[in-house]
């Protein structure tokens, strides 16, 4: 065990700690539980986070970082910016695959909505999803799968509600998967704004 703290880097503890969160929530994490998880000693965590805290800020910070990262991820699968999207909101979502880690997840939310520390990172995160949802919104009328016209400063917050508000009603009617949620949702609200071939025929009478 003495020769493994060095061996695990940052990023896998603040990997561990987003599943033990998934399993318990944030109130009921120890550094213990993060520590068996990743084969280190609790005393390794406290060296490099200081405490619960610190490890939680840790993982707050880092997670303004995974929008870019993913956006980079799914543009490389996916020819079409719509494609890309949908696969964006759903894998931003991949860690609250069940109503009970969509709980405990949202347990985070709670302390990142009342603790101004967790509040500044949270923002960022949130900004950053919107800028990678806009993005590729303002790639998808380049491409022709939006309208010309379309708002996408505007659609873009709605489609950040639109995940928001599906996580929340799907973690209650349990109807289906995340995915499949998500999914209708935001083609919900792209359906109006795509491009519509106008059927051929005389002119309209004046």
Known sequence: MAGRPRGVDDAAILRAATEVIGRVGPAKLTLATVAD???????????????????????????????ETLHERVRERHDSPLGALLAFAVES???????????????????????????????????????????????????????TLTDTAGVAGSIQTAIAGAGLTWA???????????????????????????AAGPPAPA
């Open 37 to 67: 998880e990743v084969g280190l000693v609790p005393g390794t965590l406290i060296q490099r986070f200081g405490s619960k805290r610190g490890l939680l800020l840790a993982l707050a910070a880092r997670s303004a970082h995974l929008p």
């Open 93 to 147: 979502m991949s860690d609250v695959a069940t109503p009970q880690s969509y709980a405990n997840h949202l347990a985070f939310l709670c302390m990142d909505l009342t603790d101004p520390e967790f509040h500044e990172h949270a923002l960022a995160v949130h900004r950053a999803q919107g800028r990678v949802i806009g993005t590729l919104l303002d790639e998808a009328v380049s491409a022709g799968e939006l309208a």
């Open 172 to 198: 209650l009617d349990r109807r289906g998967t995340l995915a499949e949620r998500l999914e209708r949702e935001i083609r919900t609200v792209l359906a109006p704004l795509r491009p519509t071939t106008p």
